[in-house]
């Protein structure tokens, strides 16, 4: 499910012909930081818990939260 919200999201970005990652963009889960997720030119870090998720349990609400910190994250690799 991450990986199809990346995609979508990625999608969205370039039919609005808005550059989100000029080469690669890194995506990190680490099990401890201080914060939900933070992004820098090419590298997004996530908590392992904000990301984690079970298809058959997750609510509808929960999955959409995840899918807005993500697209928070890469409109933030706009430059």
Do not use: C, W
């Not at 349990?57 to 994250?73: F, G, M």
């Amino acid at each position: 499910m991450i990986r199809e919200i990346f995609i979508a999201l990625l999608n969205i970005f370039q039919h609005i012909r808005i550059p989100v990652v000029r080469e690669k963009l890194d995506i990190l889960t680490v099990p401890e930081y201080p914060s939900d997720a933070v992004s820098h030119l090419g590298l997004m870090i996530f908590t392992e818990r904000t990301l984690l998720h079970s298809p058959s349990t997750t609510s509808e609400l929960e999955h959409q939260r995840i899918a807005l910190l993500i697209a928070k994250e890469l409109a933030e690799q706009v430059s």
